[in-house]
């Protein structure tokens, strides 16, 4: 009996000794934040990449000239104005050799020697009292490109189909046998441009009277003069 109370008293005495020692938990530590990232300010938009100035427009090409036209020659005569159109793709040689003689002057106060109505007037080489002048040397024959029709002008020669000079000649009608293809020589007679004005004047110097007159045939007997001849163009 003295031993069972003992037991409960050694119980009793242990409880109150847990019940004085007891308490609540402190809560557990949370655990800690992270820390916040600190706040940036928003950046502030790139600057949009000024856009590059816009490329001159190239200045458009001029259109090309316009070529020019054949080169022409007017001629004074004391009949009237002749202008002829001269066509140096067809004869170079024949026109440059042409406007050389214009250039210098040579024509000047020559006359009109040889005309017969119906075939052609003749000119550039002698003077009034049929006084040939000095020229330069002969050129080749050009001819082939051009037929001899009526207006058209050409240059005069010997029998020799490359002694072409100063002297030419216009055509009152269409001359086929001096074409290229059809003369005996098998050369003919270059033509190398023609009148584009004036061929009233070529009909009223078809009309003069003509003879002989030193030596020479189809003289006109009052001398036609070519008072000029200058480039026109």
């Known amino acids: 009996m003295l031993i069972k109370l ?37 950046s502030a938009p790139e600057p949009e990449p000024e856009p590059e100035p816009a490329a001159k427009a190239e200045p458009e090409p001029a259109p090309p000239e316009e070529p020019a036209g054949p080169p022409r020659v007017r001629m004074e005569t004391d009949k009237g104005t002749l202008v002829l159109e001269l066509y140096p793709d067809r004869a170079p040689e024949t026109v440059a050799n042409f406007l050389q003689y214009v250039e210098d002057g040579f024509y000047d106060g020559t006359i009109f020697h ?3 109505p119906n075939f052609m007037i003749q000119g550039g080489g002698f003077v009034p009292g049929m ?15 051009m037929a001899n029709t009526k207006y058209t002008i050409a240059m005069a020669r010997t029998a020799n189909p490359h002694s072409a000079s100063a002297q030419f000649f216009i055509n009152h009608q269409t ?9 005996r020589d098998g050369w003919g007679y270059c033509v190398f441009g023609k009148v584009v004005d004036g061929t009233d004047v070529i009909e009223a110097i078809a ?23 200058r480039r026109a163009g």
């Open 6 to 42: 003992a037991l409960l008293l050694i119980m009793a005495a242990v409880m109150l000794l847990l019940a004085g020692c007891g308490g609540e938990r402190p809560p557990e530590s949370a655990p800690p934040e992270e820390p916040a990232e600190a706040q940036e300010a928003p």
């Open 175 to 183: 001359n086929q046998f001096l074409d290229k293809e059809h003369a």
């Open 131 to 145: 006084q040939e002048k000095s020229t330069r040397p002969p050129i080749k024959n050009e001819s082939g490109s």
């Open 114 to 116: 040889r005309v017969i």
């Open 207 to 229: 009309e003069v009277t003509t003879g002989s007159k030193m030596g020479h045939q189809d003289v006109p007997l009052t001398p036609v003069v070519i008072k000029s001849a």
